[in-house]
């Protein structure tokens, strides 16, 4: 007996473009480097005040276009594993198991993602928790392991970019799902 995947060929298309999309923003837009310029400390700057657009954004779509159950959080883990293919997750290779955090990270993000995406309103506060979990678990990998931690100054500011940014990731694909049935309609 033959058995059927849960997502079509079309839809796998869709979840292992955005996600391959999401993880090449992350490797090639030198994020690191703009917050610096902008005297912004890390770990994980950009994370906070980009994972909407660069992480949240992709999930999102994945999630809203396919209209499938899982497909936010299958984007996640696939966006961790074309990420950590491409270098360790933040560059700490000690422990080598330390990636997985990476996987863990946006792993819980898409889950939140997912849980939250029933509503409107829920699926935006959803899209910010979920860049915020992930930034915890960033920062404290970060802290245990490399003993680098964020700046209590600039803690504050940082959690609430995470959670404005993955909003706006949310209402960004909230906006490109509806140009794309509008499309399909007309």
Do not use: D
């Amino acid at each position: 007996m033959k058995s059927k995947s849960y997502f079509t060929l079309r839809e796998w298309v869709i979840i292992i473009s955005l996600a391959l999309v999401s993880a090449l923003i992350n490797t090639y837009i030198p994020i690191k480097s703009i917050t610096r310029h902008l005297g912004i400390p890390g770990p994980a700057a950009g994370m906070a005040l980009l994972g909407g657009v660069i992480f949240v954004l992709w999930i999102s779509l994945a999630r809203q276009i396919t209209g499938r159950r899982y497909s936010g959080i299958i984007t996640s883990v696939i966006i961790a594993s074309i990420c950590l293919f491409i270098h360790p997750w933040y560059g700490v290779i000690s422990p080598s198991w330390f990636s997985i955090y990476g996987i863990v990270g946006l792993g819980c993000m898409g889950v939140i993602i997912e849980l939250m995406s029933r509503s409107y309103w829920r699926s935006i506060i959803g899209g910010g928790l979920g860049s915020l979990s992930c930034l915890l678990i960033t920062w404290l990998a970060i802290g245990f392991h490399a003993g680098t931690w964020v700046s209590k100054e600039w803690a504050p500011f940082l959690i609430l970019g995470a959670i404005v940014s993955g909003g706006i990731g949310v209402l960004i694909a909230k906006g490109i799902t509806r140009m794309i049935w509008a499309r399909q309609s007309n």
